[in-house]
């Protein structure tokens, strides 16, 4: 483990002689930080892809049973250090009428399940059979992940077009939708039978942050690409062509997201915690280091960055702003490295103070996120930072005297007590699961009925609560007491003791305020997962892409892990 | 026969004790030892139905549960399990001062396990607990049962002695479980309705402010 220290006040990081300060909470847990971050070199993809690489995962498809159209079956499988895991995949014939990204459908092009292991034609058959169905099918502890996507029919059909004339597809298009297939769910964890993470964390390979998830949708990539030369081929045995490598790598695959996923942040806050920690801790170490021959490659990473920002396409007029203020920010960094007089900036550390000076916040989680990826060697380590039993912060300690609760409170939730609940506005929302989606949904408090179902996720409004309850205990009696009489304060007293020791695992924010844009929580997510091209449909969700630019398996031994951040002095030597 | 998972029993019971009432924080405890019994090999999904609808039928029981385990007067009222487990769980250390001096009347008592099991881990405790025919003993973490299975999975009333005590002989314990095989599904339908409880159905409203790219996801 690395050697790290957490005070709760001041948060020093002791680590590798630093003297530089975490950033605090209440500055980087706001809605507006955390909807404004990128992936990292410590995101998630791409510690699957690293780890892949060094452990030398042997890559092979054993099974290929397609039609001309594209439908049937394929097995896709990696064979690490100590254990095997297969990609089973069916592809169906799919009505347009029919394709809807909604977790509801219940049809789709393409059904997938992360098999422990190589099936055997048994296994296969047992899959077939259940895994098309999704949630109506059942599956075993044998399966690690479930799920699904849909083609972009636009596209996949273009590439089958231009392949099958023995052309390469056109490049602008390729570029401006980014996949053949969006997934339009990733289950993981025990859903529908399958193995509990408790389990699969254990096996070799997959014990980081939604690393069998990650593994399956690198796997589809893979399927994806498979597919479609199969279909130009089948159309034109003679003519087709096999897609370019350099056109092959900017296929990713894409995702819809909604709000399903955005209650999770707030049902694992010790997962939060963890997921922020090794990302600051990461920040606070570059920011000590200095800068002395490393200013030219990040003016370099830079102006790399500020075209690929420059390439991505949304309708959303926002993002579409937010998008122009980082390509200026990035140009505004570059004109500063280029002035920058080593005598007054010797570390990162103020290269990074003067971006709060003079950057917008998408332009200083940017910088962040380059600053890390150069210095891969003074954070790569910060990887084993992720492990978490979320069990050891689920038992309550009873023995506390509500005089300590009380005191946590006004330490530890001061951001809390800012909002003001008898505002309307401030209690807009509630979130609930819908029945007809059996998902979660945002619904408005003043307008919609169900608010008595709220899930607990206001957790600002229940810590003013707490607060409240508690000015009416004797200050001197204990909490295991208090929570026997007052148990509608359980859950926010869990919450409270895990934070006191955990200083990232609360969002500072109200997600109940009429002014809370989902969006945010979800974008936060993906980039820890590795996604960028972050397209908003809608202040609810988005779509974005995985993968893209990543080196496909059989490249990876060869590649040298500078795809999401490709600068020219260090392009992939694949590419 | 359906197998479950693990977590989707921590889910589904965490939303049934919800669905009948139960708040927040006392929902969690109610998956979590499920989950926990689940993984030891002595879930009864039975138990917790009973436990769950009689909350349904009461909605007072929770607070009587409460104030009984306060009031001294537990031998004489039924507690519910979860409650009185989550507040032995709470207490830590202090249950030593409980123990020898307190009698409970409760449903289900192996609902108990989980919490007096977490106690041992947490503050190094040995502890049993006792009723007729069935002796549970709790050490670092794990459970060893002295008696048939018949007694520790009872889901009626009865009275318990909270022990501290080490395991003596050598009785039967169970292997760690991925899962629960059901081969009866009356009491897990019994409690997927309660959870479903906790679902809010659709409006006009709801439908208009969707959360994805609505029927249509050709692109």
Not at chain 1, 520 to 531: I, N, S, V, Y
Request: proline residues 4%; charged residues 25%; negative net charge.
């Amino acid at each position: 483990m690395p050697n790290y220290e957490q005070v709760s006040a001041g948060l020093k990081v002791s680590n590798q002689g630093s003297t530089i300060a975490l950033r605090l909470p209440e500055k980087v847990m706001t809605l507006e930080h955390m909807g404004a971050m990128f992936p990292h070199r410590l995101s998630f993809v791409r510690l699957l892809l690293r780890r892949v690489k060094r452990e030398n995962w042997q890559f092979s498809r054993p099974v290929w049973r397609m039609n001309a159209d594209g439908y049937g079956v394929a097995v896709y499988s990696f064979k690490g250090p100590k254990r095997t895991y297969s990609l089973v995949a069916f592809s169906n014939e799919l009505a347009p009428e029919h394709r809807t990204d909604r977790v509801i459908a219940t049809a789709w092009d393409a059904s997938f399940t992360l098999y422990d292991g190589l099936p055997s034609e048994d296994d296969i058959a047992r899959l077939a059979a259940n895994v098309p169905l999704q949630e109506a099918g059942r599956i075993s502890e044998s399966e690690l992940s479930l799920s699904r996507a849909n083609k972009s029919l636009r596209l996949f059909d273009h590439v089958v077009d231009r392949l099958a004339a023995g052309l390469q597809p056109d490049y602008e298009i390729v570029s401006s939708v980014g996949y053949l297939f969006r997934t339009t769910a990733v289950y993981g964890s025990g859903k529908m039978g399958a193995a509990d993470f408790e389990k699969t964390g254990t096996y070799p390979g997959l014990a980081g942050p939604f690393q069998a998830e990650m593994l399956v949708v690198y796997l589809i990539r893979e399927f994806s690409l498979d597919l479609v030369e199969h279909v130009a081929t089948m159309r034109a045995p003679k003519k087709a062509v096999v897609l370019t490598d350099y056109i092959r790598r900017q296929f990713g695959v894409g995702n819809s997201t909604g709000l399903g996923m955005a209650p999770f942040l707030v049902n694992h806050p010790a997962i939060l915690n963890q997921w922020m920690l090794v990302r600051e801790t990461a920040l606070a170490r570059v920011r000590d280091l200095p800068i002395a021959g490393q200013k030219d490659q990040l003016m370099a990473y830079a102006s790399t960055f500020r075209q690929r920002v420059s390439q991505w396409q949304t309708d959303d007029v926002a993002q579409t702003h937010r998008n122009q203020l980082l390509c200026d920010d990035m140009d505004k960094l570059s004109a500063f490295l280029h002035t920058l007089e080593f005598a007054n900036f010797t570390r990162w550390n103020e290269v990074y103070e003067w971006s709060e000076r003079h950057l917008s916040i998408d332009g200083q989680e940017g910088l962040i996120s380059l600053l890390i990826e150069m210095n891969g060697p003074a954070v790569d380590d910060l990887e084993g930072l992720y492990d978490v039993n979320e069990l050891n912060s689920f038992f309550i300690n009873g023995l506390w005297r509500i005089g300590d609760v009380v005191a946590a409170l006004d330490s530890d939730y001061a951001w809390a007590f800012d909002f003001n609940f008898d505002d309307p506005n401030e209690m807009a929302r509630f979130w609930y699961v819908s029945e007809e989606k059996l998902e979660p949904r945002l619904g408005e408090r003043w307008h919609e009925q169900g608010s008595e179902r709220e899930l607990p996720l206001g957790v600002a409004r229940a810590i003013c609560e707490l607060r409240d309850a508690l000015s009416h205990f004797d200050m001197d009696s204990k909490l295991a007491e208090f929570l026997l009489l007052h148990p509608e304060h359980r859950h926010t007293c869990r919450r409270l003791q895990l934070h006191h020791t955990r200083p990232y695992s609360e969002i500072c924010d109200n997600i109940l305020s009429a002014k809370m844009r989902p969006i945010d929580l979800l974008r936060f997510k993906l980039a820890c997962f590795g996604a960028l091209r972050f397209d908003p449909r809608s202040d609810r969700w988005l779509r974005i892409s995985l993968y893209q630019n990543a080196p496909f398996a059989r490249e990876l031994q060869k590649s040298n892990d500078t795809w999401m951040f490709p600068i020219a002095a260090t392009v992939d030597s694949t590419q | 026969m359906i197998r479950l998972s693990l977590n989707e029993i921590d889910a589904s019971v965490k939303k049934a004790a919800r669905g009948v009432g139960l708040k927040w924080g006392m929902a969690e405890e109610a998956g979590k030892s499920a989950r926990w019994l689940a993984e030891h090999g002595i879930l009864d999904m039975h138990a917790f139905a009973s436990v769950l609808t009689k909350h349904d039928t009461d909605t007072g029981w929770a607070l009587e549960s409460a104030v009984a385990c306060l009031d001294n007067v537990g031998a004489a009222r039924v507690i519910c399990p979860l409650i009185l487990g989550s507040w032995i769980a709470d207490l830590g250390s202090d249950l030593n001062t409980l123990i020898a001096s307190r009698a409970f009347r409760v449903l289900a008592p192996s609902l108990l396990v989980p919490f007096l099991s977490r106690l041992t881990s947490s503050c190094g405790l040995y502890l049993a607990l006792e009723w007729p025919m069935c002796r549970v003993f709790c050490f670092d973490g794990s459970v060893a049962v002295e008696g048939d299975k018949q007694a520790l999975l009872i889901s009626e009333p009865v009275g318990i002695a909270i022990l501290s005590a080490k395991a003596t002989a050598r009785i039967w314990s169970t292997e760690p479980k991925s899962g629960v095989t059901l081969t009866e599904e009356h009491d897990w339908i019994k409690i997927c309705e309660f959870g479903h409880r906790t679902y809010v159905p659709s409006s006009a409203l709801s439908r208009q402010s969707g959360a994805g790219a609505g029927t249509n996801d050709n692109d």
